[in-house]
């Protein structure tokens, strides 16, 4: 796993230095004589650890870019997908050369996005991308982000293998934690986690909307975990995991020992408890990266070269456990992960 991990962070660091040679590179000539409008329009929630470095890449894309014409402006719509509806109506009215976005509801953004794209706007998709088969889909011209079907299979096969390589305990009862109802990719996240335990131990499952609130969310759990104290396994995002630690502390209950934490995403604190064994194990989908690559790839294909990738372009699943978590807590102490 750690060897599969450090392929990918490899690959992606080559990736990142031949797109930042190509724009230093004197013979490789681009349009800095044309001005370039690019939106991106996400529903990120400033002050959030996973979107803060999520954002970090697209201010460093957008930095990078200035000097060549572009000027990149950036909405972020706090996971309310009204607000991220009435964002892009925004952002396509003021008709710009490209956009770039997550397709939370991609059923109600095709209406906004794909006369747009018709009429010429380019479009690239991130962190979530329409599952709806090509011909079916939103017209965009790249997904950026993690195979979201196989981010939840993974994450479960690297708990059962710690669960085997540890001699631990099989699981009864997992809780699966989703922070936005009908949000696609936790949705699939959380099902394909649920299943995966289920055909391994028979495992029971509770689903629960636990919203981004995080006092909220933290009452939700709590009472999930008195209403039914056979659970044994809490499934949730980054943001909330770290608490869980000291809410089932309080509950008489030890992370690690008798009841088991994983999580998808990550922060520093997160990648402290998986080092000292509170949490199991969590998912990386490199969100630097999706805030990043985009925008570049627009330019490319915006100015005279035309250059662009089609289809997906995988930032993840890259799962982060004992193995391999010293390399990501360097990672993240630069701020880039």
Partial sequence: ????????????????????????????????????????????????????????GIEDAAELLKPYGVEVKHLSAEADVKKQIDMLKIAV??????????????????????????????????????????????????????????????????????????NGFKPKHVLLCNPMAGHYVWEARLQKFGESLEKEYGTKQDKVVVGEDPTKAMEIIRASLVKNPDIDVICAPVHFTHANVSLVKELGREAGKD??????????????D??????????????????????????LYLSKQKVHPYGIVSTGPIIIDKSNVDTVIEGAKAGYR
């Fill in 259 to 272: 009841i088991y934490l994983c999580c998808f995403d990550m922060m520093p604190e997160t990648l402290l």
């Fill in 93 to 166: 009215a003021t008709n710009p050369d490209g956009l770039v976005t997550s397709m939370i509801d991609p059923k109600t953004f095709d209406p906004i996005l794909r006369p747009a794209v018709e009429k010429g706007m380019a479009l690239m998709a991130v962190n979530v991308e329409d599952p709806r088969p090509v011909g079916e889909r939103i017209p965009y011209l790249t997904y950026y982000g993690e195979d979201t079907w196989k981010s939840g299979v993974e994450l479960a096969a690297a708990f059962i293998k710690y669960v085997k390589d540890t």
């Fill in 1 to 56: 796993m750690k060897r599969n991990m450090m392929g990918k962070v490899l690959l992606l660091t080559v990736i990142l230095t031949t797109l930042l040679s190509l724009f230093a590179f004197p013979g490789f000539s681009f349009a800095a004589d044309k001005k370039y409008t690019l939106y991106y329009v996400d529903h990120g929630t400033p002050g959030n650890p996973f979107w803060a470095v999520y954002f970090r």
């Fill in 274 to 299: 998986i080092k000292e064994g509170r949490v199991v194990c969590t998912h990386d989908q490199q969100q630097y990266l999706q805030g990043f690559l985009p925008l570049l790839d627009l330019y």
